[in-house]
């Protein structure tokens, strides 16, 4: 299940554990916000693709799409194609190229039926423990792309400010 998100997810939190930004800062917000300087080498024209800030961002966009798509999961009776492209076209969509939506639409159109899903996403446990670990990640997943989602704005908005500070 998410076929090349496994491999966004480790792209990015690279990206998080390469990142220029102060080892010695320990609050995550204050951390992601010291790496301002690689920015302003880019001459604040956007996240620099291989820094925290880029990482931050897809890893809080692709954690919105397993929240809601797990989310739908136990809150409706739906397929699994269904959840996926609701989650998708709620979070993901407005974000990816012609070519990444293409691409996510045509994965979606492979997975497997809800309950072909289930028994091979609960391994040993019971239906019910797969169901309370779902609603565990949602309960826990929704406060963390909340979270990031924070810190993806003010680290905009930094970027925009020290961007107009310095007249560029």
């Known amino acids: 299940?998410?076929?090349?998100?496994?491999?966004?997810?480790?792209?990015?939190?690279?990206?998080?554990?390469?990142?220029?930004?102060?080892?010695?800062?320990?609050?995550?917000?204050?951390?992601?916000?010291?790496?301002?300087?690689?920015h302003a080498a880019a001459g604040y024209k956007g996240?620099?693709?291989n820094s925290a800030w880029m990482a931050n961002l897809w890893i809080w966009r692709t954690l919105d799409f397993f929240v809601e798509l797990f989310a739908g999961?136990?809150?409706?009776?739906?397929?699994?194609k269904v959840c996926a492209n609701d989650a998708y076209k709620k979070t993901l969509c407005?974000?990816?190229?012609?070519?990444?939506?293409?691409?996510?639409?045509?994965?979606?159109?492979?997975?497997?039926?809800?309950?072909?899903f289930f028994v091979k996403f609960q391994g040993d446990g019971t239906r019910d423990d797969i169901h309370r670990n779902i609603i565990t990640f949602v309960s826990l997943g929704r406060p963390l792309?909340?979270?990031?989602g924070e810190v993806n704005s003010e680290v905009a908005t930094l970027m925009?400010?020290?961007?107009?500070?310095?007249?560029?």
């Not at 792309?145 to 990031?148: E, F, H, K, M």
């Not at 925009?160 to 560029?168: D, L, P, W």
């Open 1 to 38: 299940m998410g076929g090349g998100m496994g491999s966004c997810l480790e792209t990015n939190t690279k990206k998080l554990r390469n990142s220029k930004a102060s080892a010695s800062e320990e609050d995550y917000r204050v951390w992601i916000r010291s790496e301002l300087p690689v």
């Open 73 to 80: 999961l136990v809150e409706s009776t739906s397929e699994i």
């Open 160 to 168: 925009q400010s020290e961007k107009k500070a310095k007249g560029k």
């Open 145 to 148: 792309v909340n979270y990031l």
């Open 94 to 116: 407005n974000h990816h190229n012609f070519f990444q939506r293409a691409a996510f639409t045509a994965a979606m159109k492979i997975l497997p039926d809800r309950k072909t």
């Open 47 to 49: 996240y620099v693709d």
